[in-house]
């Protein structure tokens, strides 16, 4: 692996602990004070992909992405592939994200829509993900975009979830 890769996979999806070492995803110390079901939760959060899509949702004004605008910002997975990460994240007894429905339909864009839920973002802050969030805002905000991306981030009718 390439030092570009190894800094892509160590941030934000490692976290300094106040030692200066680095955790892994799916370390979560039994004496953090979690309770087995929340502890499960953020391991399964702390998934790369799953992480980085719910980040990415939430680098946005809007708060809400839909799966074509997810793969244009993830070109090594396939828009099918985030369907299916989106679909499991919303459909668990404590759902990662919302699924939103345009409030009307046009041609060419997206009817379907995904947020982070509150209970998510609760995860992302208490295990330190949550703060990176702006720096991929940031790089977003910067990045050019597609012409079918840029006409559904104008697109009016964005659903937004109910907590922005």
Do not use: C
């Not at 979690?34 to 809007?62: G, M, V």
Request: a negative charge; glycine letters at 4%.
């Amino acid at each position: 692996m390439d030092s570009a890769e190894e800094q892509r996979e160590e941030s934000p999806t490692t976290n300094p602990e106040s030692s200066g070492q680095k955790r892994s995803l799916g370390e979560i110390p039994e004496e953090a004070g979690i309770d087995s079901d929340r502890r499960e939760d953020l391991r399964e959060l702390l998934e790369p992909t799953k992480l980085k899509l719910i980040q990415q949702i939430l680098a946005t004004d809007w708060g809400s992405l839909s799966a074509r605008e997810l793969a244009a910002r993830n070109p090594n997975l396939s828009e099918s592939t985030i369907r299916d990460h989106l679909r499991e994240m919303a459909d668990r007894e404590r759902p990662f994200v919302e699924k939103l429905e345009a409030e009307e339909r046009e041609q060419n864009m997206p009817w379907t829509f995904y947020a982070a839920t509150r209970y998510s973002v609760s995860l992302l802050k208490q295990s330190g993900f949550y703060e990176p969030i702006s720096i991929l805002y940031q790089a977003y905000e910067a990045a050019e975009k597609p012409e079918d991306v840029q006409a559904i981030e104008e697109f009016e009718h964005r659903p937004i979830p109910d907590w922005i």
